[in-house]
């Protein structure tokens, strides 16, 4: 089916190769026709693949994992998921690693003399 499609539409053997490179193995084709974008494609609007990663992001936010680091951070999770589905993929990207940095500093020993000048960096 792929190889008809790809004869069909120039622009989706590209757009299936950048959405392998992004998903990789957790990828699969049923999945990229669900969002793909042929039409757009064809008019060098690629938002489709932004959208993707931007969901994934989102997701990533909304683990359990980073609720409970928020939670020992004290910052408020709802403000942050807020910010983070109405903004687009980089600002979306940038509150994630935020939260990662924020999580990695946690851990250290001197976390507690940091504290006020890791608040003031996340506002």
């Known amino acids: 089916m792929d190889n008809r499609l790809f004869e069909i539409d120039p622009y989706a053997g590209v ?13 699969s084709f049923e999945d990229f026709l669900l969002h793909y974008d ?12 932004t959208n993707v990663i931007k969901q994934d992001t989102n997701n990533a936010l909304n683990s359990t994992t980073v609720w409970d680091a928020m ?10 998921m807020t910010s983070a589905t109405s903004s687009d993929f980089f600002d979306t990207q940038a509150s ?20 006020p000048l890791l608040n003031q960096l996340m506002s």
Request: aromatic share 10%.
């Open 15 to 27: 757009s299936y190769g950048l959405y392998k490179s992004y998903k990789g193995d957790k990828g």
């Open 38 to 49: 042929s039409t757009g494609a064809n008019k060098d609007d690629n938002s489709w693949l």
């Open 71 to 80: 939670k020992t951070l004290g910052i408020n999770g709802l403000d942050l």
């Open 96 to 115: 994630g690693l935020k939260l990662q940095l924020m999580q990695a500093f946690s851990k250290r020993k001197d976390y507690e003399q940091m504290k």
